[in-house]
């Protein structure tokens, strides 16, 4: 075949292509506003069977729902923390290397340097529950029972000072009923009234500062995990 | 520059023989004549291995990999900030990308317990709660329904936490790194509540990943009928691992935490769950011991990715200054730059696409002589949001926040061209 009626047939199967490709997108077109006129739901999805809602829907939330039946007393709670979670937390939640620490801290959430723990910070003892039985231990996530839960959260509390003695026992019915200690010192994010001068019509273009010193340097710090060497200027 | 170490080359010269070598020879001998002063480069005049040998073929690399002269264009962790690698960060080398988009194998990664491989085929997600029917969704079923392409950043709020107390970090990918911005393909979540319908109670979601820490945040329900996706795909490709594989939350302007990766389950309530990452993690620790929460919003932000500590400036004369500048509350308007630590500023020019709730593109053409310079960005929204000072922030939120430092970040360059994260006062 020759150039030329090659590059003909190339046309000619194209304009083919391009009449069949038009009439399957009027089609489409078509069937497309058929099936939105018919129903506004794709019927995509099968419904989730109880079993399969029951295995995942595991959440607990502030107000106790989705809490298990079950129960467990510090005490337990303290043999199972000794085995699955003090090599990293620490036998009494002090915290081994950088792993978070889970005690102590009371009074320093104005200080310099605040220990932020379950018992100084945490607005709701659920939230250890929910965490602790969705993601512990780190690396054998979900391998605790509902007792196990409720054991570990005890001992957690009794770690923290908010409850005393070592057959406490936290259950399903009991749970609710415990406050915790920076409970009220959380409100929702104000920041556009609180912080509404940084809302500004027209910022400062010219002679804005006084002449800006150096306060502080990043080399002086020297914690920046890469190569310190210059750069040569041409 | 040739890299005459390697194996591949050796090779192919051994192959091609002493044509090759003769070849070479010849081009050494033709010398062009000198202009006064200035040698000729031998790049030009001499035969180049690339210019002479064959490449690869086609196959070598399926799916294509960066050049090996780019070796050092990598995420980036700080050892120090985390226990264990699994639980942990890294940061996305702003100072080496251009435009807005970030290439996919880039975008910073931060995972709980690890990343999370999935096979598509054996992916499910659950709807339940709040709603007229609970469903599962296999990701046949959701790549079935309707689509759509968003460009968004993704900030973490952490990102510049380790900067509250001071300049510690020496280069933007340590203290602006936990951001990226890519195109997502995905469907809308409000299609998938849609489907599952929702009761007249449900005023919050809860999203809960399917990676070793189940992964769980509270989401308020305008925001999810608003402009949230389920995406599976990103830049072109389908996710990378290590951000979601299979599918994700995309939650435009708010902060990472929110977009969790590997989504399985979405339960529908009446009210916050008070999660782990919600109560303990992400609130924001005032100076009078008080704590913001369900701080969502990423407020607009900017930084100088060039001249940076690790882009320090190596020419004096002509230079190009860029940076990136974002705002989760809408589109960013203006950035200002000031070369004198905030005395004085002038507009950049902003170029490439302007999307909402995306990282833009801006650059200043500058001469340098080798003055020092502090240079300092400053971004504006669509709210009339301006980025405070460091000092401004620090007025309001203290030190103790963690999160939300988006204060403006100086770079000091010195006379040599080398360029240091400073604090000014």
Request: with cysteine; proline share 5%; glycine share 10%.
């Amino acid at each position: 075949m020759s150039r030329s009626v090659k590059l003909a047939a190339v046309a000619l199967l194209c304009g083919v292509a391009l009449a069949v490709a038009n009439s399957r997108i009027e089609a489409q077109q078509i069937a497309a506003q058929a099936a939105a006129k018919t129903s506004s739901k794709l019927g995509l999805g099968r419904p989730a069977l109880p079993d399969e809602i029951k295995a995942w829907d595991t959440d607990v939330r502030a107000d106790g729902k989705g809490l298990p039946p079950g129960k467990g007393t510090v005490k337990q709670g303290d043999v199972i923390f000794q085995a699955q979670c003090a090599s990293c937390h620490g036998e009494f939640g002090e915290g081994a290397g950088r792993w978070p620490v889970l005690s102590g801290g009371a009074g320093t959430l104005k200080a310099d340097r605040p220990d932020k723990t379950i018992g100084s910070f945490w607005p709701d003892l659920s939230t250890a529950f929910d965490y602790i039985k969705r993601a512990m231990p780190y690396g054998n996530a979900r391998s605790l029972s509902d007792d196990d839960v409720y054991a570990l959260t005890a001992y957690l509390l009794s770690m923290n000072d908010i409850v005393k003695g070592e057959n406490f026992e936290l259950n399903d019915r009991n749970f609710t009923s415990i406050k915790m200690p920076n409970a009220a010192a959380f409100y929702d994010d104000d920041r556009e009234t609180a912080e509404k001068q940084f809302w500004k019509k027209d910022p400062c273009m010219k002679d804005c500062r006084s002449a800006p010193k150096v306060t502080g340097r990043a080399i002086s710090v020297d914690v920046t995990p890469d190569s310190k060497s210059g750069p040569k200027v041409d | 520059m040739s890299d005459k170490s390697s194996a591949d080359i050796l090779n192919r010269r051994k192959f091609l023989g002493a044509v090759g070598l003769a070849g070479a020879g010849a081009a050494l001998g033709a010398k062009p004549a000198m202009a006064e002063g200035v040698k000729p480069d031998p790049l030009i005049t001499e035969i180049q291995d690339w210019n002479r040998y064959l490449g690869d073929g086609v196959d070598k690399k399926p799916y294509g990999v960066p050049s090996k002269f780019e070796k050092n264009v990598i995420r980036r962790d700080v050892s120090w900030l985390t226990a264990s690698p699994e639980s942990s960060v890294n940061f996305t080398p702003l100072h080496e990308l251009d435009g807005i988009i970030t290439p996919s194998g880039l975008c910073f990664e931060r995972h709980h317990s690890g990343v999370a491989d999935i096979n598509p085929a054996e992916h499910r997600l659950m709807i339940n709660g709040l709603v007229d029917k609970p469903l599962v969704f296999t990701m046949d079923d959701i790549k079935r329904m309707p689509r759509m392409n968003k460009v968004y950043f993704l900030e973490c709020a952490a990102n510049s936490g380790m900067e509250w107390r001071g300049a510690q970090l020496n280069g933007c990918q340590f203290t602006h790194g936990m951001v990226h911005n890519v195109m997502y393909t995905g469907v809308s979540l409000k299609t998938l509540l849609d489907e599952a319908g929702l009761k007249p109670n449900a005023k919050w979601l809860m999203l809960e990943g399917a990676d070793a820490a189940a992964m769980n945040r509270s989401l308020p329900i305008e925001k999810a009928l608003n402009d949230c996706m389920l995406a599976f795909a990103m830049n072109g490709e389908a996710l990378r691992p290590e951000q979601g594989y299979p599918l994700r939350a995309v939650i435009p302007g708010w902060e990472g935490n929110l977009w969790v990766k590997w989504i399985r389950r979405i339960e529908v309530g009446d009210q916050p769950w008070q999660t782990r990452e919600e109560t303990s993690k992400y609130t924001d620790l005032l100076a009078d011991g008080r704590s913001r929460k369900h701080t969502f919003v990423m407020d607009a932000k900017s930084v100088v990715t060039n001249p940076s500590p690790q882009a320090p400036l190596k020419h004096k004369g002509r230079n190009v200054l860029s940076g990136l500048a974002w705002s989760g509350r809408g589109t960013v308007k203006r950035v200002d730059v000031s070369m004198d630590g905030g005395r004085n500023w002038q507009t950049a020019r902003i170029d490439g696409p302007v999307f909402d709730k995306s990282l833009v593109r801006f650059y200043v053409d500058f001469d340098w002589n080798g003055q020092e310079l502090m240079i300092q960005s400053r971004a504006m929204d669509s709210t009339g949001y301006v980025q405070p000072t460091k000092d401004e922030l620090r007025k309001v939120r203290g030190v103790n926040s963690i999160y939300h430092n988006n204060g403006i970040q100086t770079w000091l360059v010195r006379s040599g061209g080398e360029t240091e994260n400073v604090e000014i006062g």
